[in-house]
């Protein structure tokens, strides 16, 4: 079976940092995926782990622990862009799918 | 590169009307799905495709059916259109198995009323 939990809301302030986490319950797992969605848009991708440790891709990185089911998003300096929903997603072995949780919507304020 | 084009952008529909919601892609990708995405859930995966002719069910393919001609183009039927169905649907493609990051269509906004 699949489970995946997130946080369903965040509030940040501009300028700041924040982190959203993630943890699954996944078997076979393989990969997990964060993807940014603004509202009535479409989701895009934003990272992808597979081995353990921290991703960094300018202001924002994706750490995994395979052993802890664990993941998290950080968002530094943060823009008002940047509120938007993000979506935690597992990859598992064999299928040929993503199994998505229901996202954490981060609102930005001044 | 158009990415992934996704038409209608809203539709109205009356109970146990039909309609196709179409998809094509011209990144010459192997894989295609289709989503649904209700307020303030996740993504959930209706069908999806691994190459032209084949086509295989997701969790939540009840109601739906779909067919892979063409690399580029992947349709959703809905058949018996139900209150149920109302939600923005999301067709995907990615060049290989689910490890590849997906790119999303804009999405189509369906209500059953």
């Known amino acids: 079976g699949q489970n995946i939990d997130q946080p369903t809301e965040m509030t940040a302030t501009e300028g700041a940092i924040v982190q959203i986490n993630c943890t699954y319950q996944?078997?076979?797992?393989?990969?997990l995926f964060w993807y940014q969605q603004h509202a009535g848009e479409a989701p895009t991708f934003l990272s992808y782990?597979?081995?353990?440790g921290l991703e960094e891709k300018g202001r924002f990185s994706s750490f995994l622990s395979r052993s802890k089911g664990y993941s998290y998003l950080l968002l530094k300096e943060l823009q008002m862009k940047d509120s938007a929903s993000y979506l935690c997603?597992?990859?598992?072995?064999?299928?040929?799918?993503?199994?998505f949780g229901t996202g954490t919507r981060l609102t930005v304020i001044p | 590169n158009a990415g992934v084009t996704q038409t209608p952008k809203f539709r109205i529909l009356k109970i146990g009307q039909s309609m196709t919601l179409q998809c094509t892609q011209d990144?010459?990708?192997?894989?295609m799905y289709w989503y649904r995405q209700d307020p303030g859930m996740g993504l959930k995966l209706i069908y999806y495709?691994?190459?032209?002719?084949?086509?295989d069910k997701g969790e939540v393919p009840n109601g739906y059916n779909v067919s892979r001609s063409t690399t580029e183009d992947f349709p959703l039927r809905l058949e018996l259109a139900a209150p149920s169905q109302t939600s923005v649907y999301f067709c995907?493609?990615?060049?290989?198995?689910?490890?590849?990051?997906?790119?999303f269509g804009p999405g189509t906004r369906l209500t059953v009323l």
């Open positions: 995907a493609s990615s060049y290989a198995s689910g490890y590849n990051e997906q790119f």
């Open positions: 996944t078997s076979g797992f393989n990969g």
């Open positions: 782990n597979v081995l353990d």
């Open positions: 997603a597992a990859y598992q072995t064999g299928a040929n799918n993503l199994f």
């Open positions: 990144m010459n990708h192997n894989y």
């Open positions: 495709s691994v190459g032209a002719g084949i086509t």
